[in-house]
């Protein structure tokens, strides 16, 4: 009996003395802290090739449209070519004329509609015309959001806009340090930088005239001729990058069929990712969204770059550290420079 008894003891379920519990505990939060940055990574390249992917469509989307308009590139926005005048004559944006192009006709089909109304309206060459300007249309693109934004997600924004190059990009706040980046050596306004190999160009490319444009679009109307306004090559010319709206008020100006949206306000000229802000009207003038010389350049929450739709129809993944002139000459159409290796 005795025997039994001893064993039965120390048969007996034992429980576990506190030192043991947070031994355990302990193990399961290393662990954890080990497994969090691996899925982090996991879902940030989920997130980026997403990305990749939605740049691939609009690129694709950019030249299927020169394909069946004589060769031409969609406009970057589109207003009153006439008057040169009237900013509520809204003819909406590249996202718009490539709609058809994207399996997106319904949408388009609505936007045309929806714009006619009592007012008379054609889409032809020119595009959608109403003098009163586009309606308005909250409605979020299927291909316009990056995953790794979730800035007022289910807002009208998009995060994808045509790049309009080294373009001058002067802000209203005072503080101006990559303006020098658009003034060619040869332009009379000083501060230029040597050897660029590109020309005088309105500030923002507030030009109906294709040949004052230094990238591919601007939001007025200039047209391209593809692919023979890129004479520095296909390969070698960015043609769509990223954006954030929080930090460029006019990627929350409107949505994104609005020709003053900033899906064409998207420059070279400002460091990749540098960081703006929702600010008090240029308050700080460094970090303000308002100031357009800091605001209107490519920017992302990738880690290390953003992606880039070329005009060859490739996406490529550009670090922010890149050479800033070899960035200048990538935003260039016509500089006739050799950018050199850039990946």
Known sequence: MFRVRRLARWLSPK??????????????AILIGLLLPAVQKVREAAARAQCSNNLRQLGLAVIHYADNNRGQLPPGGNMDPIGKSNWNDDRGTMTVY???????????NLITRVAGGPIA????SVGIFRKSGLPEVNQTLPYGRCPSDD???????????GSMGPQCAIGPCGFDPYQGWCKPE???????????GYTWSPDHGNSWDNS??????????AKQRFPAGIPDGTSNTIMIGEGLPVGHDHLTNGSWHHFNYGT???????????????????????????????SMGFRSNHTGGCNFTFAD???????????????????????GKPTGSWQ
């Open 313 to 335: 129809g490739s996406v490529q993944f550009l670090s922010q550290n890149i050479d800033h002139r070899t960035y200048q000459l990538l935003g260039c159409r016509n500089d």
């Open 121 to 124: 309206t054609t889409f032809n």
């Open 151 to 161: 800035y007022q997600f289910d807002r009208p924004w998009v995060n994808y806009g």
């Open 264 to 294: 064409t306000m998207l420059g070279t000229i400002v460091p990749m990712n540098y960081q703006t802000q929702e600010t008090p009207w240029c308050s700080p003038a460094d970090k303000a969204r308002h100031n357009w010389n800091i």
């Open 15 to 28: 429980g576990f003395t506190l030192i043991e519990l947070l031994v355990v505990i302990a193990i399961i």
């Open 212 to 221: 004052h444009i230094r990238g591919l679009f601007n939001r007025l109307g």
């Open 186 to 196: 040869t332009s009379g306004f000083g501060g230029g930088v040597a050897g660029m």
């Open 98 to 108: 490539t709609l058809p192009y994207a399996e997106q006709t319904p949408l388009f």
